[in-house]
């Protein structure tokens, strides 16, 4: 939460300031400012954005050490804006955001009490070994973004976006595997059942499992841009620059009341993102895009 608290302060506090460079340049009246303005106009425009991704789960508690890797993906996005000022607008887009993340855990292990078929009270210990989990989701983004510009000559400028993007999801997969032994105690007798896979105890089972991860249906990202722009002529204009992204609170809908276990059974794998207290996507890359102003 400090860290959302600290990328809106940081964007408002950029804003402000260019709002204050605005008034600074423009009421001097350069003659770059006034070539390089194009008050009161529409745009349309493409950006793709090549960018490093991640899916952060966070504080899963069922092993000490969960190592996470992120991935890569292309982000794709049009937009349409329209400029209230020389340097001031605001833009809609809609396109789609890709993340991945890779997860291992060398090793686990954990207790629940269960009962077996003759409802006999027994204590069910899992070690686990060798755990990855690929997890990918892709959201339909509708990003809505101040933007600004500053004019450093005829055809060379600086920009600057911020804003929200609106994110429904529609991939979210994940596909696991493991390497799992089953051990049942029965302290009535006592007596340690292991290796027994007709009665629900095997020993060192591999398992492979996959399916849809429970993301909320709508979510919002923080989406912050800036870079270079270069106009080819009146109409045409080539920007490029680094984009930043990260989603404001958790997109997972795992009930964190429930009892977790990442296996509870011989042949089962839930997914990671079920034991954490929460989730959220961030992504960072280098934006290159067209923008066609309408005259």
């Known amino acids: ?10 964007i408002a506090l950029t804003i402000i300031s260019f ?13 770059s400012g006034r070539k390089y303005a194009k008050e009161g106009k529409l745009y349309t425009g493409i950006v ?8 952060n789960n966070n504080g899963f508690s069922a092993a000490k050490t969960l190592n ?3 991935g890569t993906s292309l982000d794709i996005n049009l937009e349409g804006g329209y400029f209230f000022s020389k340097m001031i607008g605001i833009s809609i887009g809609g396109g789609m955001g890709s993340y991945s993340t890779n997860l291992t855990i060398d090793s686990c292990s954990f207790s629940f009490l269960s009962t077996d078929s003759e409802n006999e009270s027994y204590e069910m210990r899992i070690n686990g070994k060798s755990i990855t989990e690929e997890q990918k989701i892709s959201f339909l983004r509708i990003p ?22 609106f994110n429904i999801p529609i991939v979210k997969s994940y596909s696991g595997s493991g390497i799992f032994t089953y ?4 302290a009535a007798y006592p007596v340690l059942l292991h290796d027994l896979p007709a009665y629900g ?15 909320i249906s709508f979510s919002q990202t923080l989406v912050a841009s800036g870079g270079v722009s270069y106009s080819l002529n009146d109409a045409i204009q080539l920007i490029l620059g680094l984009q930043f992204n990260r989603s404001l609170g958790s997109i997972s809908d795992y009930s964190t009341d429930s009892d977790y276990s990442l296996t509870s059974k011989a042949n089962e794998l839930n997914s990671i993102m079920g034991g954490t207290s929460g989730a959220g996507v961030q992504g960072f890359g280098v934006s290159l895009g067209l923008r066609y102003y309408i005259r």
């Open 201 to 215: 105890f095997p020993s060192d089972l591999n398992t492979k499992a996959s399916g849809d991860l429970e993301i």
């Open 19 to 31: 709002m204050t460079f605005n008034a600074i340049v423009f009421s001097q009246g350069t003659d």
């Open 68 to 70: 996470q890797k992120g």
């Open 48 to 55: 793709i954005t090549p960018q490093i991704t991640s899916i």
């Open 144 to 165: 809505v973004c101040v933007v600004l510009k500053i004019p450093a000559g005829a055809k060379l400028g600086f920009y600057a976006k911020a804003g929200l993007s």
């Open 1 to 10: 939460m400090k860290t959302e608290r600290s990328y809106i302060r940081f």
């Open 183 to 186: 051990n049942g105690y029965y």
